[in-house]
């Protein structure tokens, strides 16, 4: 009899009854999610549903009001710097460096030893064809080559956990194409996703599941196109 | 400490791209000393000091007035960050505020302490300057002086609310510290009150310290106390910057 692989029952990322205020008015209302390895979540909401701030508070960077923000079971303060990989919304590169250099100094950053900072570097470049521009300027890359740039240095560490927010925003159709093949990658490589958009092509090409952020509190479906709905909220 | 090297490892590349700012303050003091210096030997020979004291006087002040303008660029490469993004991403990472600070710090302390001491070398190759002290002790006066200045533009970040406020301040308040601090002529022929004020100026200090190993042949036991003073500056700095972030960060939050 053979037995098939045990899932790993440590979710990725678990956030339990996140609630989060800005000057009185309540932004996240006790939200859940879990996301296990290997899983992609499109996390969905419109324009000032709380996405970002509910990504800033799992990433660790801000604090919840209420609830609790666990990463691979360990608290996100202590488990964050090697695990996880975050693509803010805003572009953020050094503009005067390479992009070889931007994508070594990140990876160094996340306790990368240099050469094998270099050797991962190489490597996500080459995934999001950006190989041949590996000593080129960052600033002098095109829109859709810095979108691409922006993502390489959130992944070079190869994190387990990855928030990637708004990837695409500005990008052309190629630098689209490119991020979400190559975050499709990812997952296969086990690492879970959390990728908010609005493009809904993109949930689909990722066979992302879907969880929808509405009210301060999160609405999840099985995948996307499907209409099965599980309450997380 | 290791997320702080690997900031200041990439704020060095960022510097290494384009050290023209660096050049800068470098060449302009030494360009000024030939103009300054015929007036601080009046002023100097007429105190009893014997000739060639001009010059002796005029390289360490506008070695320190410089190292005082320097603190725009330890802004600049402070706000620089917030403007390309790279803040968030540094603290994404998992790089803590204090780590961030002090990767960008360490960078800023070295640029100022081997300006300060270019700008004395330059002196003294071309202009003849010699001090005839502890040269140990113009180092170390260099190197504490360099840290007060950074922890002194740390405190203006944490403390401004807008980057041209952080900007007029460190200019109004870097002009105040070099003239009380006897960058524009020596303290001694000062108004009383002056003299008084000039105590709470690290430029008082660091030149004070500088010129006497330059003038005085001094020791380096001479240079204690400003070096002790030095150090009470950058402490009440760097203390003023952490209560202000700390405040900062829990208002934001």
């Keep these: 009899m053979s037995i098939g692989p045990v899932p790993d029952p440590t979710p990725a990322l678990h956030l339990t009854g996140v609630s989060k205020s800005y000057a009185g008015t309540p932004v996240l209302r006790g939200a859940h999610l879990e996301v296990r390895p290997g899983e992609v979540v499109a996390l969905l909401g419109a324009n000032g549903a709380g996405k970002s701030t509910l990504l800033s508070i799992a990433a660790g960077i801000l604090a919840p009001d209420a609830g609790r923000v666990m990463l691979y079971g360990a608290p996100v303060h202590t488990a964050r710097r090697r695990l996880l990989g975050v693509a803010p919304q805003r572009l953020g590169i050094y503009p005067t460096l390479s992009v070889m250099e931007n994508v070594v100094a990140l990876a160094t950053l996340h306790g990368l030893s240099p050469a094998r900072a270099r050797a991962n570097a190489t490597r996500v470049l080459a995934d999001l064809a950006l190989q041949d521009m590996a000593h080129r300027i960052a600033g002098t890359l095109s829109g859709g080559q810095q979108r691409r740039l922006h993502t390489a240095m959130a992944l070079a560490h190869e994190p387990r956990l990855v928030f990637l927010d708004e990837p695409t925003v500005g990008a052309d159709a190629a630098s689209r194409e490119r991020i979400v093949g190559y975050v499709r990658t990812v997952a296969a490589r086990g690492a879970a996703v959390v990728y908010t958009t609005h493009h809904l092509d993109e949930v689909t090409a990722l066979e992302a599941h879907v969880a929808v952020l509405e009210n301060g509190q999160i609405t999840r479906r099985a995948h996307a196109g499907q209409g099965t709905v599980t309450a997380h909220a | ?253």
């Design chain 2, 1 to 253: 400490m290791r997320s702080a090297l690997a900031v200041a490892a990439v704020e060095l590349r960022v510097l290494r791209r384009d050290i023209t700012p660096v050049l800068v303050m470098v060449i302009i003091p030494l360009l000024f000393v030939p103009f300054l210096t015929p007036g601080m030997e009046a002023l100097l020979r007429s105190q009893g000091y014997p000739p060639g004291s001009g010059v002796q006087y005029v390289v360490p002040a506008l070695a320190v007035l410089f190292a005082l303008l320097n603190g725009q660029q330890f802004l600049t490469a402070l706000y620089r960050d917030r403007h390309w993004g790279i803040w968030e991403r540094l603290r994404l990472a998992g790089t803590s505020t204090a780590s961030v600070l002090l990767g960008k710090a360490l960078p800023g302390v070295a640029v100022h302490c081997a300006q300060l001491l270019t700008v004395l070398a330059g002196g003294a190759l071309l202009f003849g300057y010699h001090p005839t002290g502890a040269m140990a002790g113009i180092g170390l006066v260099a190197l504490l002086f360099a840290v007060a200045m950074a922890a002194f533009a740390l405190a203006l970040f944490a403390l401004c609310g807008t980057e041209s406020q952080a900007m007029a301040w460190v200019n109004i308040l870097g002009m105040a510290m070099a003239g009380l601090g006897g960058a524009f002529g020596p303290v001694s022929a000062l108004p009383h009150w002056m003299q008084v004020a000039a105590l709470g100026s690290p430029a008082y200090w660091a030149l004070r310290a500088i010129t006497t190993l330059s003038l005085d042949d001094a020791p380096l036991r001479e240079v204690a106390m400003p070096c002790v003073v030095l150090v009470g500056c950058a402490a009440v700095f760097f203390g003023a910057a952490v209560l202000a972030l700390r405040v900062r960060s829990k208002e934001s939050q």
